[in-house]
C-alpha cells in the first residue's frame, strides 16, 4: 500500500476486494470491511471487532475510514429539519441538510466546497469553487448525519441539491450513485435520489446515456434567455435551446419525468407572462415543476413575489396541463438554504468568503 493514507469509501467493492487481496488477506474479510462501513456505519476501525487486531492496526497506519468531523448541528424549531457543517481534511467546511417528511427522511448532500456557477440567488457561491468533494466525503455526509440525527430512523430519500455543481464533478457523482444504489454500499434505491443540476448539458446528456432511473432536476429560474443569464451565468454557455434539448434527451433515455426548480423572485421572473412563457417552453414534455419562494434569507436583496403573485403563477401552468407545485418551506429559521450556515461559520472567525 502507498505511504500516503487511502481513503476507503473512495473505492467500490470490487476495489476494495482487490486491496484485500493485496494484502494478502482472505477474501471474505473484504465482504467484512464492507458489511462494516455501510451496513453498520462503523467510524473506526477498532469497531471492527470480527477482523483480526493485526488486520485493524494494519488498516488504521494505512487507510481512512472518515473523511469529515461535524463542525456544528443546529435543529430548526419550526419543522426538526437538521444543518449539519463538516470539517474536511483541509479545513474546508461543506453542509448538509436533513428534512423529516411524512413519507420518510431526506438528506440534501454537497457535491462540491463552495460553487463556481456565480447563481445571484445563492449563497453557495459566495468565494467561488474550492474544489471537488470525493466520493467518501460525499458518502460520509450521509453516514455521519445518520449517526447524529435526532432519533433513530434512517436516511430513506438522497439528494444531491446542496453545495456545488454535481455534473462538474461527474465521475465522483456517478460512484457515489453506485454506492448508494449498490447492495455492498447503503442499499437505497435509484428512484429516491435526485440530483440537481443548474443546466450543464453536455453532462445531462452523458448522464443519460448511463439511463440510472434516478430523478434529475434541472434549475431553470427562468423562461427566456436574457432573464437566465442575468440569474444564471451558465445559461450564457448552455442557453435555454440547448439546455432542453439536452433534457429531452434525458426523458427518452431515461423515461424518468424532469423537475423543473423555479425559484419566484419578485419583479424578475414572476409575471403573468413569463408564466405563460414556461407553458409554451415546457409542453408536451415529461416534467414536473417546482414553484420555490425566495428564501425570506436569500442573498443580494432578492425579494419573494406576494401570495397572491405565486398562486397566480401557479395557477397558469396549472391550468395549461403543466404539473407543477409550490415548495414547502423547511429550515428558514436554521440558515437552510446551501451555504448561508458555511458562510456564517466562516465571518465568525472574520474569514470573508467574497475574498478568498
Known sequence: MSATKIVLKDYLPQEIRKLIQEMNEPSYRAEQILDWMYKKKAINFAEMTNLPSSLRDKLAMDAELITLQLAEKVTSSKD????????????EFIECALMKQDYGNTICVSSQIGCGLGCVFCASAKGG????????E??????????????????????????????????????FLEMLNSDDGLGISFRNITVSTAGIAPQIVELAVKRLPITLAVSLHASDNETRSTLMPINKRYPLEELLASCKLYVDKVGRRITFEYILLKDINDSVKQAKDLVHLLEGMLCHVNLIPANPATERELLRPPQKRIKEFHNILDKNGIPVSIRREQGTDIEGACGQLRRRYYEKDGIYLEKK
Open 138 to 175: 460525499m458518502i460520509d455526509q450521509v453516514i455521519l448525519a445518520e449517526k447524529k440525527m435526532s432519533g433513530k430512523d434512517k436516511i430513506n430519500n438522497i439528494v444531491v441539491m446542496g453545495m456545488g455543481e454535481p455534473l462538474h464533478n461527474l465521475s465522483n457523482l456517478l460512484k
Open 80 to 91: 426538526g429539519t437538521e444543518k449539519f457543517l463538516f470539517k474536511t481534511r483541509d479545513n
Open 129 to 136: 469553487l474550492v474544489r471537488n468533494l470525493s466520493v467518501g
